[in-house]
């Protein structure tokens, strides 16, 4: 029996082997010193906003990684839920428990402040959208109600298609439909203004991560367990499911690799994973640079099929060289 066992033992070594591809290109710098509770990157990678752990909202410059714009402490909520940045990086709104506020980066003044509710009375905003066209806005609430409001007419149709907090909301790239996820497990994909759903997918346990193509063809679910798929935004049948060797896997961020294959997702712990998305197939785990341990990724950005930025709770910006991936299905 252990002749029969030695050849599977060399080559799960062999196997093993392929995985130590060394993908990061190291840290490229840290943003402040106080950690990180909320980080996007623009739409265009040119930006970040930070919210960090003293409640200071930063806006930065990528390139030169240096603050262009702090919101007065005296202006911020008592609590930061959501920060948004329009497509065109002139305006930042900042979400509170029930309050959006809106502020000019070009003026850096804040133009307005909206109060949004949900229908129980006591739900807080979880989640926040911004229409490409920023002349709409998505309002989600911890109670599952949806608040479909237009900038301009300030109109809002509300209703309550989810049961537990919305935490996912995602626009087409017309403007026209978006898609809503939950923590009771259910996805639905709605026409702005109608509160009948194009489709819906139920899974069993809360989504905890979602992500949509540029082109709004496909998108990736994950729920707390042991189900992630990529589907289509067509009809929301699926198209691929995710494949590793562990029982279960918790996925938080993730981001698809446009022009390419590549979907690269973070787990609630310092990993960022590589996979397929055509096959599946886990390409490979790596760990990102951490200054304290239980270091997470709080967003990621890819400037090209070719390289991918994360930047972590720690405030790092850390560099990845996907090409080093091409040959590997």
Same mark, same amino acid.
């Given at each position: 029996m252990?002749?029969?066992?030695?050849? /599977? /033992?060399?080559?799960?070594? #062999?196997?093993?082997?392929?995985?130590? /591809?060394?993908?990061?290109?190291?840290?490229?710098? +840290?943003?402040?010193?106080?950690?990180?509770?909320?980080?996007?990157?623009? %739409?265009?990678?040119?930006?970040?906003?930070?919210?960090?752990?003293?409640n200071s909202l930063s806006v930065w410059n990528s390139d030169t990684r240096a603050p262009e714009f702090t919101v007065p402490q005296d202006k911020m909520p008592d609590m930061v839920r959501e920060v948004v940045l329009s497509k065109d990086n002139n305006m930042l709104i900042v979400v509170g428990d029930n309050q959006l506020r809106f502020w000019s980066l070009t003026s850096k003044k804040l133009v307005t402040k909206v109060n949004?509710?949900?229908?129980?009375?006591?739900?807080? /905003?979880?989640?926040?959208? #911004?229409?490409?066209?920023?002349?709409?806005?998505?309002?989600?609430?911890?109670?599952?109600?949806?608040?479909?409001?237009?900038?301009?007419? +300030?109109?809002?149709? %509300?209703?309550?298609?989810?049961?537990?907090?919305v935490m996912h909301v995602e626009w087409d790239d017309k403007g026209e439909l978006f898609l809503t996820a939950a923590q009771d497990g259910k996805l639905a994909l709605w026409r702005f203004g109608s509160p009948e759903p194009v489709f819906t997918k139920e899974f069993n346990h809360r989504v905890t991560s979602l992500a949509v193509r540029n082109d709004f063809s496909e998108f990736f679910v994950s729920d707390a367990l042991d189900n992630q798929v990529i589907a289509s935004l067509i009809d929301g049948a699926d198209k691929s499911?995710?494949?590793?060797?562990?029982?279960?896997?918790?996925?938080?961020?993730? #981001?698809?690799?446009? %022009?390419?294959? #590549?979907?690269?997702?973070?787990?609630?712990?310092? +990993?960022?994973?590589i996979w397929d998305t055509k096959s599946g197939n886990e390409l490979g785990t790596w760990q990102i640079n951490t200054v304290n341990s239980g270091a997470t990724i709080v967003d990621m950005y890819a400037p090209s099929k070719e390289k991918l930025v994360t930047l972590s709770s720690d405030g790092l910006l850390e560099e990845w060289a996907l090409n080093m991936l091409a040959n590997r299905r």
């Open positions: 252990l002749y029969r066992l030695f050849p /599977i /033992i060399i080559v799960l070594i #062999l196997a093993g082997c392929e995985d130590d /591809i060394s993908l990061s290109n190291g840290t490229v710098t +840290q943003l402040g010193d106080k950690g990180i509770l909320i980080g996007h990157f623009s %739409q265009d990678g040119t930006k970040l906003v930070t919210v960090d752990s003293s949004f509710t949900g229908v129980s009375g006591y739900g807080y /905003i979880s989640s926040v959208a #911004l229409s490409p066209a920023m002349d709409k806005i998505v309002v989600a609430m911890s109670d599952g109600t949806v608040n479909m409001a237009h900038l301009h007419t +300030q109109v809002n149709n %509300q209703f309550a298609p989810h049961s537990r907090p499911e995710l494949k590793y060797m562990a029982r279960f896997k918790v996925f938080r961020k993730a #981001l698809f690799i446009e %022009q390419s294959r #590549l979907l690269a997702t973070s787990s609630s712990k310092s +990993q960022l994973t």
